[in-house]
DNA sequence: AGCACGCCGACT
DNA sequence: GTCGGCGTGCTC
């Protein structure tokens, strides 16, 4: 960041709203300071609200600014990197986001500090005329008071008059703990005397209800001792929350292979393989007095890089910080403060990490740079993967990806590839044969099935039977959670609808409800067809439960399983060891696998496939890649039953085992790469998608034409702008939505256009999603 | 995002 | 007559 020569007598802030920064005017005794990254009290429609210094403030004003009350960090030790500050700003600004949004989305600690504030009026000024107007209000004296007891609105008005003298301190945590006292008064009830002893031996409880518990008693006899005196509230310090600890220390033996780049990608092998690749340039990061900044996509992999690499940093003298939004606000705090002291220079975390305090990063890894976990899905609508290069970019640090596949998008950069991971694959492949798939009865049995058998082939009925009689385990994956996709009349074909959405409810077996996946609305089964009258059902598209049934009854005595986002089942017997078929969506795959895992299926590739995407088949082939590496040392049978068995996806899998290609698993990438190169898709164009809603449909439309007017207008062509067209599902929670997909050649065009589209007043609500990952 | 203001429909 | 829906505009 270059400084000013001059410091600014105003500065830029951004405060966590969806808006722009504002300027205001440096609070009193900083006039020669230039912050940035530092955190300041600004007035905000007359409160006190946390900012973070982004800038200097323009220096012609057209209106008086209002002052800062109060800076909250040393700006020697801001609380974000001044790097930091200025990638996100050019990140924004190249994504036509508001910067508040931008800071709101990825600063994920310090909004909310606890401060302690004063007031008093300056000194002669008398106050009493700012409480005459409403009821009669306390104003501030000449002494310091506690700046609760003031309506807000006076103390702003007073504030604005430049007539308040007020202090922010910051105030440690506390926490009140619950001790005995000698001095009780009156004498207690048998019950209370014995929640009295209890405590007596077991002091300091932190609460009532903890009280209670280890007493035995209820909680108002607790609370009747505590009435009585013959226990009391202390405030104490609050210890440092647990954070979880470092793994072993360890280092590499093996010498560094990675490319020498500033951008490079390591891909194949298993988890620990890619680990122990990439600790040897960690280290060396480490050991040169760097930091380095491991970013994941979700909660499954940041466990396994915090168990895999966070032993790294103490060999070389220094610690290593956890940072993601599970963490207790107690706990970011403190590890942010670790980070912020220098304490912790390996940093591993999710996209809130991204904004950490390390000093100079000089190594930032984003693992599994395609995975679609990193596309904010409200806000700033971040790809994080994006937002993750310009701050590489700003601090001059190297950026590497780590996956078992590379995305398209990193595909041609310098690699390491490790060996691919060994995969036994077998394919069932109902598009061989005609059949009638997805049907299934679900209240007359024994219906006629495809001769290859669905959803259970005959190949998987075959191993499942094995995989029981050897006291294994087996994993299917299922391409839905709930019973079935659809219900629908078996006469006249007519499918129940959710009432604010235009698609078909799903329908939930044990809840025995159909319910909308897309807004929640739940209802009961009808009694009969609404169209026709006729009173039976069918189910149509297996999910988890109807596979989960379907197993429990070809293999009688087998323990079943299922794990998807509305029924997670125990599975300690399984990780135990215990032979048992779990059943469940992908977010399986974000568990360990089973111990003792024979066999993985896929009951409907497809699924995956069918999908109006550019990035469908990329999404397949990593969704292949990453069965294949699930479990960490066996390679059990990969069965994949699909209408679609000589995908290029699956043909590369089934290549990588028999060649010994040493590239493996960029193979098909590549392909990719070149196909959306002939397309004009990325990373051949920089792409944004503009949704235009309205709850009139005509409305909608109407907007969304004017949006696409004002486009042309701008001097968009044809090719840069496709649609506008009605969202794949053409209602949603009562709104219809139209999108508009902008196709620009460079980052610079996409501005130009994403401009023009700011600059309309189109007479609907519209959104902006820069680099989106869900397409029609 | 909140939170105000302001304009139209359906109630005690 | 008012209560309350949500469209529009503003925040230094």
Not at 254 to 263: F, G, K
Not at 364 to 389: C, I, N
Not at 398 to 416: D, F, R, Y
Not at 491 to 507: E, G, S
Request: net charge neutral; hydrophobic share 45%.
């Amino acid at each position: 960041m270059p400084a000013a020569p001059v410091p600014p007598s105003s500065w830029l802030v951004a405060v966590p709203r969806p808006i722009p920064a504002y300027d205001f005017a440096a609070p009193h005794g900083h006039a020669g300071t230039f912050p940035v990254g530092c955190r300041v009290l600004v007035p905000w429609r007359g409160e006190p609200l946390v900012g973070v210094v982004v800038g200097a403030g323009s220096e012609r004003q057209s209106h008086r600014l209002r002052e800062a009350l109060q800076l909250l960090d040393a700006p020697e030790r801001p609380w974000v990197p001044a790097a930091t500050v200025q990638a996100l700003g050019e990140w924004a600004a190249s994504a036509g986001l508001p910067l508040g949004l931008v800071w709101d989305d990825l600063l994920g600690v310090g909004w909310a500090p606890a401060l302690a504030h004063r007031v008093r009026a300056v000194a002669g000024a008398d106050l009493t005329a700012f409480a005459e107007n409403a009821a009669p209000a306390a104003v501030p004296g000449p002494q310091w008071s506690d700046g609760a007891g003031y309506l807000p609105a006076l103390l702003d008005s007073v504030r604005e008059q430049g007539l308040l003298e007020e202090e922010f301190t910051p105030v440690q945590p506390t926490v009140s703990r619950i001790y005995p006292t000698a001095q009780g008064q009156g004498p207690l009830t048998p019950k209370q005397a014995e929640a009295a002893e209890w405590l007596a031996e077991y002091p300091g409880q932190e609460s009532l209800s903890s009280w209670a518990r280890g007493a035995g008693v209820s909680s108002s006899v607790v609370a009747a001792v505590l009435a009585r005196g013959h226990a009391a509230l202390h405030e104490e310090a609050a210890p440092p929350p647990a954070l979880p600890p470092c793994a072993a220390p360890w280092s590499p033996g093996l010498p560094d292979s990675l490319p020498v780049a500033e951008r490079w990608r390591l891909n194949g092998g298993k988890f620990a393989a890619r680990a122990r690749a990439l600790a040897p340039r960690i280290q060396a990061q480490l050991q040169a007095g760097g930091s380095v900044l491991v970013l994941v996509p979700e909660h499954a992999t940041l466990d396994r890089a915090w168990a895999a690499l966070s032993g790294l940093a103490e060999p070389c003298g220094t610690g290593a910080a956890l940072f993601s939004g599970l963490l207790s606000p107690e706990q970011r705090e403190h590890s942010w403060e670790q980070i912020r002291s220098g304490a912790a220079r390996l940093v591993v975390g999710s996209y809130l990490a991204l904004t950490a305090p390390l000093a100079s990063l000089g190594l930032l890894l984003v693992l599994d740079e395609g995975s679609d976990a990193y596309k904010l899905s409200s806000g700033s609508r971040a790809w994080v993967p994006d937002t993750a290069q310009a701050v590489a970019g700003a601090h001059g640090a190297e950026l590497g990806t780590a996956g078992v596949v590379p995305a398209v998008e990193t595909v041609k950069w310098p690699a390491l590839e490790l060996p691919a991971p060994r995969v036994r694959l077998h394919t069932v492949d109902y598009g061989a044969a005609p059949t009638q798939p997805e049907l299934g009865p679900l209240s007359m049995p024994g219906q006629a099935q495809s001769s290859l058998g669905y959803p259970l082939s005959h190949d998987l009925r075959a191993v499942l039977r094995q995989v029981q009689e050897r006291g294994r385990q087996a994993a299917l994956l299922a391409p839905r959670r709930g019973y079935s996709a659809l219900l629908r009349c078996p006469q006249c074909d007519y499918a129940p609808q959710c009432p604010n959405c235009d698609v078909a409810l799903r329908f939930h077996r044990s809840a025995h409800q159909l319910m909308c996946h897309q807004c929640g609305h739940r209802q009961n089964v009808p009694r009969s067809c609404a169209n026709c009258g006729e009173a039976m059902w069918q189910t149509k598209g297996p999910g988890t439960e109807w596979l989960a049934q379907e197993v429990a009854q070809l293999l009688p005595g087998m323990p079943v399983y299922r794990v998807d986002r509305d029924h997670q089942d125990d599975l300690s017997a399984l990780h135990a060891g215990g032979s048992g078929v779990v059943v469940g969506t992908q977010l399986l795959l974000s568990q360990p696998a089973p111990p003792e895992l024979a066999l993985l299926a896929v009951t409907l590739a497809d699924t995956w496939l069918n999908v109006p995407d550019f990035r469908a088949s990329e999404r397949y082939h990593a969704l292949l890649w990453e069965l294949a590496e699930w479990h960490p040392a066996r390679a059990p049978l990969l069965l994949v039953q699909t209408f679609q068995g000589t995908h290029p996806a699956l043909e590369a899998l089934r290549r990588s085992q028999s060649e010994d290609a040493g590239q493996s698993v960029s193979l098909y990438p590549r392909q990719e790469w070149e196909l959306r190169r002939t397309l004009g898709y990325p990373p051949h164009a920089c792409l944004a998608q503009v949704e235009v809603a309205a709850r009139d449909r005509d409305r909608a439309r109407a907007a969304a034409d004017a949006v696409a007017a004002a486009l042309y207008t701008a001097g968009a062509t044809a090719q840069e702008v496709l649609g506008p067209a009605p969202a794949p599902i053409a209602r949603v929670r009562g709104v219809y939505p139209y999108h508009l997909l902008l196709r620009a050649r460079s980052p610079e065009r996409l501005r130009e256009l994403l401009d023009a589209v700011g600059s309309v007043r189109a007479g609907g609500r519209v959104r902006v999603d820069v680099s989106p990952r869900h397409l029609s």
